[in-house]
């Protein structure tokens, strides 16, 4: 295979330049990590989950019309998508109390909010993601106040459809986190369109009957095998790997 040019490096994902101008290949790494890398593990075969549960997600969102910048998964570990100017923003849409939010404010982990609440962070590892209001990301000229707007609008959404989907196969949606990017088409004119990836390293899934955690919690605070809780929300959702379990296994890609 010839060699590709790497355009960017993240903690989960590699993109390459893709086959035309205007894509890129996503390339799902099995590295986990966790508050700001402070935590790191190899773990075997969740690039190949999150590549076939991201391409599952994005592709019912789009079918209900939400604009994603995903085209088509490739192989085990790789997804063709659109190249788009990513918003430098980390939205989080909240359905229950959890993590930084329960922190924050006191909450019993698991308790319903009184409505969905969304959060924007500002996408620095350097700073450590932090917590930003519509004032900062205006004045900064992150987004402007319609492509905000346009976000808010989308996220909640995407928020609507997913947690419908998840409580269909027994799972409670706690919270997410997803990106944006501006993509301009033939006539230039914009879009924000969903970029990124939606899997288990980016939401907050629990068992309705049993309150069990299946997402990256469990790396996170050690409260069980990653891979497994993975694998379940892939089996409720209908897409293990064609081949079965021994395809999450291998660390190359198979093309
Ligand atoms: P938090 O409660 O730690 O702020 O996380 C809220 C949601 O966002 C949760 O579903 C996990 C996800 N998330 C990311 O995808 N990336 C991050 O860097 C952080 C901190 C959270
Ligand atoms: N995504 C961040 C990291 O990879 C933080 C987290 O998810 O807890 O370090």
Do not use: C
């Not at 010839?2 to 893709?18: F, N, P, Q, S, T």
């Not at 593990?41 to 592709?59: D, P, Y």
């Not at 698991?110 to 519509?134: M, N």
């Not at 995407?158 to 947690?163: G, M, Q, V």
């Amino acid at each position: 295979m010839a060699r590709r040019r790497r355009v960017y490096e993240g903690k989960a994902k590699i993109l390459y330049e893709g086959p035309e101008p205007g894509t890129l290949i996503q390339y799902f790494k099995d590295d986990a990590t966790a508050f700001n890398n402070a935590k790191h593990a190899i773990v075997t075969g969740k690039g190949v989950l999150n590549n076939r549960i991201s391409e599952f997600l994005m592709t019912r969102l789009g079918e209900i019309g939400i604009p994603t910048h995903f085209i088509k998964r490739l192989n085990m570990r790789e997804q063709l998508v659109r190249e788009v100017e990513i918003i430098p923003l980390e939205v989080v849409v909240r359905n229950y109390a959890a993590g930084s939010l329960a922190k924050r404010f006191g909450l019993e982990e698991g308790s319903l909010l009184p409505r969905s609440i969304v959060e924007y962070y500002y996408k620095s590892d350097e700073l450590g993601d932090p917590l930003v209001t519509e004032e900062h990301v205006t004045a900064f000229g992150w987004a402007t106040y319609q492509e905000l707007d346009e976000i808010l609008n989308l996220a909640l959404r995407i928020n609507d459809f997913l947690s419908g989907l998840f409580t269909g196969v027994g799972l409670k949606l706690i919270d997410f986190k997803v990106e944006f990017g501006r993509l301009w088409d033939e006539n230039d004119e914009m879009r924000i369109v969903l970029a990124d990836e939606l899997s288990p390293d980016n939401m907050r899934l629990w068992d309705i009957e049993t309150n069990e955690r299946y997402d990256k919690d469990r790396f996170r605070f050690g409260l069980g095998d990653l891979k497994q809780g993975y694998a379940e929300i892939a089996r409720r959702l209908g897409i293990l790997p064609e081949a079965g379990p021994a395809d999450v296994r291998g660390t190359g890609t198979l093309q």
